[in-house]
């Protein structure tokens, strides 16, 4: 197995995703050209050498009081490990419930399976047809000499009071917040205070869109902010 003997500490649940999960190769434009193993879809090599760019999908949930939940990674994470993101971060898989482009069905496929691994979100209280995709974003971002992203990032936002149940191989912790409490993480994060991190996608968000769209979210016009034809390319 390439790589098995130097990650020979990898957390074993880590170590199955990394080699058993196959994500969706893309070109720049969201057109699949492929499919590589998790494995070699975040070697900072292989991304650098090859361009490696995979489909990916960032949730955004909010409860009825419009606040936004947020995880930490675990901390056996093998990218981006102890930062604090969005709700839910993953990848569709090359398999055929999640490569449907109609209507963005196979992300939204994706992201109800994932809610369910990570933070134990039973599907009935997410329904796919209740994600709103928002808009799509191209990015790169190293975790750290080894390991980093170079993603095309599909937004999904969902309003929906949900039963949790963090799974502790995937979750730290998790919170929901307030734009104000959101502002004030934001704040302590840039200060360094008690080794507090954001993932650098959910900090692309958050600078670039996330005030706006949450206006939407209250104002229940969540349909006004859409714009799934321009792929925003981020750094």
Not at 83 to 93: D, E, F, G, Q, R
Not at 111 to 125: F, H, V
Not at 145 to 158: A, N, Q, V
Request: charged residues 30%; hydrophobic residues 40%.
């Amino acid at each position: 197995m390439a790589g098995a003997g130097e990650d020979a500490g990898m957390d074993a649940v880590q170590r199955r995703l990394m080699f058993e999960d196959e994500c969706i190769l893309v070109d720049e434009q969201d057109n699949v050209v492929g499919h590589e193993s998790k494995y070699n879809c975040h070697l900072m090599e292989k991304i650098e050498s090859e361009n490696l760019l995979h489909r990916a999908f960032s949730v955004f949930l909010f409860n009825s009081k419009y606040e936004l939940l947020l995880q930490q990674r675990s901390a056996t994470k093998v990218t981006f490990p102890l930062v604090w993101t969005n709700t839910c971060c993953s990848h569709p898989l090359y398999r055929e419930s999640e490569l449907i482009q109609e209507n963005y069905l196979g992300v939204r496929n994706a992201a109800q399976r994932k809610l369910l691994d990570e933070l134990g979100i039973p599907a009935e209280d997410v329904p796919v047809d209740q994600f709103t995709p928002l808009g799509r974003m191209l990015y790169k971002a190293p975790s750290d000499g080894k390991w980093g992203e170079h993603e095309l990032d599909y937004l999904l936002f969902i309003v929906r009071d949900v039963k949790l149940l963090p799974n502790p191989d995937e979750v730290g912790d998790v919170k929901y917040v307030s734009r104000e409490q959101l502002k004030d993480l934001v704040s302590r994060a840039d200060a360094g205070e008690d080794g507090l991190k954001l993932s650098p996608w959910f900090r692309l968000v958050v600078d670039n869109f996330l005030m706006g769209w949450w206006d939407h979210v209250e104002k229940g016009t969540l349909h006004e902010a859409v714009d799934m034809e321009t792929i925003h390319k981020l750094k």
